[in-house]
């Protein structure tokens, strides 16, 4: 019998997710929990595991599209057993998927959606496969079925004041695309916004060059949720920002000693690794910096522990994973958790549950050459510190000019949870340890 999976809630709370690939091709067998696929959510790329063993009869959304949580993402072929419900088992109970819960199962005290009819998309080679059911409507879609498309798409018809209804998609299964919107809304306004060659354009008259002299890129994914989350806690937390620049000399020669050791063979050991530490021991000494203001209870929630938020750039957007417990470690143990953390950023296989759950953050801007900024605080957190470049500038040393190693610390921090008393004494210890890193042991 056709099992069909649909797209899981993936525990965050998000409505949509975009197909980033498939492992999988129609006629593939596979395996229960075998990887079929990856999704990419707001915040990361998800691998999905299969539901079911047997065949794949269908894929019913191509690499790149927006799904709605709840949508058929992907059909097998499987034994009848393997999909029977437990007798035991009300029809109605809710059951986990992948993280939390799906959508809602259908029960009888609401209508049951008549099943939807589409064609098995082919694998790579293979010829086209038609459907063309009794009970078929225009491309493939189920009279009565909600017509198919992308949430885009969906804004498009409504600012242009069109009916998906009243269109023919041309996409797979009979997707409605971006160019079906236009190409209708062209059609049908009496010729106008046409190209000489008959093609629509939404493009006024006398600027038909404009579209060559920009690109639009869409908002989703993780960019999409970044910006969301950025300007939510710029118009929440009322930031305050401080400033400290440093002679780091002693620090940098103390990083260089550490690489010498054997016990660091192999381990890439970074100012970012001194600065993770010289944190942990400044929270520990100012505990309001690791808070969090619980807007619901009216309530300060301060953290007994550190989950260490890293900044990281990625082609997909701005990502924060943190270190769980980084409070626990030591430098040697920190510097193997960044090098980690760093590398599975860059290869876009940041988890959901590695986002999840911090309470301070570090930025590291000057790996970009950048002396100094405001930073954002990651929403629901106290205290953001970003780490200026280190550059080789004359400064004051022992009564005289010198060539020193210095950089700037901007600390950003919650106004409503952090003094400015507390602010500047956290940011003077995270400095005395940059400074001059036995001040670790008299702050330990």
Do not use: C
Request: proline share 7%.
């Amino acid at each position: 019998m056709i099992a069909e999976f649909k797209l899981p809630d993936l525990g965050e709370g998000l409505t949509e997710s975009e197909i980033v690939s498939w492992r999988v091709a129609v006629g593939d067998s596979v395996t229960l929990n075998q990887v079929i696929g990856e999704v990419e959510t707001a915040k990361a790329v998800v691998e999905l595991p299969s539901p079911f063993a047997g065949v794949v009869t269908a894929i019913t959304h191509e690499p790149g599209t927006m799904v709605e949580v709840g949508e058929v993402i992907i059909a097998f072929d499987v034994p009848e057993q393997a999909v029977a419900p437990d007798a035991d088992e009300p029809a109605a109970k809710r059951v986990p998927t992948l993280v939390g819960y799906g959508a809602d199962p259908e029960t009888s005290s609401a209508p049951v959606r008549r099943q939807r009819v589409f064609a098995s998309v082919p694998s790579v080679g293979s010829a086209p496969v038609a459907s063309t059911p009794a009970d078929q409507g225009v491309s493939g879609r189920v009279q009565g079925d909600r017509p198919r498309s992308t949430p885009p798409v969906r804004k498009l018809a409504r600012d242009l004041g069109i009916e998906l209804a009243m269109l023919a998609g041309s996409g797979e299964r009979g997707l409605i695309t971006r160019q079906d919107v236009v190409s209708f809304a062209g059609t049908n306004a009496l010729g106008e916004g046409k190209t000489e060659e008959g093609a629509p354009s939404n493009i006024p008259a006398g600027a038909q060059g404009a579209a060559d002299r920009e690109v639009r890129t869409p908002v989703k994914g993780v960019r999409k949720f970044m910006a969301q989350a950025m300007v939510a806690s710029a118009f929440t937390a009322p930031h305050v920002t401080e400033f400290l620049t440093l002679d780091v000399t002693a620090g940098m020669d103390f990083l260089a000693k550490l690489r010498s050791q054997k016990e660091f063979a192999g381990v890439k050991v970074t100012p970012l690794t001194l600065v993770a530490k010289a944190v942990n021991l400044a929270i520990a000494r100012h505990p309001a910096l690791n808070s969090h203001w619980d807007e619901a209870r009216q309530e300060i929630v301060t953290f007994n522990y550190v989950n260490l938020g890293i900044a990281a750039a990625t082609p997909r957007g701005l990502v924060v994973p943190n270190i769980k417990d980084a409070h626990t470690l030591g430098l040697h143990g920190l510097a193997v958790a960044l090098g980690g953390l760093a590398d599975t950023a860059r290869a876009g296989k940041t988890q959901p549950a590695e986002l999840a759950g911090g309470t301070f953050s570090i930025t590291n801007i000057g790996v970009f050459g950048i002396d100094a900024g405001t930073p954002i605080l990651n929403p629901g957190e106290a205290g953001i510190l970003a780490m200026g470049a280190v550059r080789t500038t004359p400064w004051e040393y022992q009564g005289a000019v010198a060539l020193r190693q210095v950089m700037t610390l901007s600390l950003s921090f919650d106004h409503r949870l952090v003094d400015g008393e507390q602010g500047s004494r956290f940011l003077a210890d995270v400095g005395a340890v940059m400074a001059d890193p036995a001040m670790a042991l008299v702050l330990g």
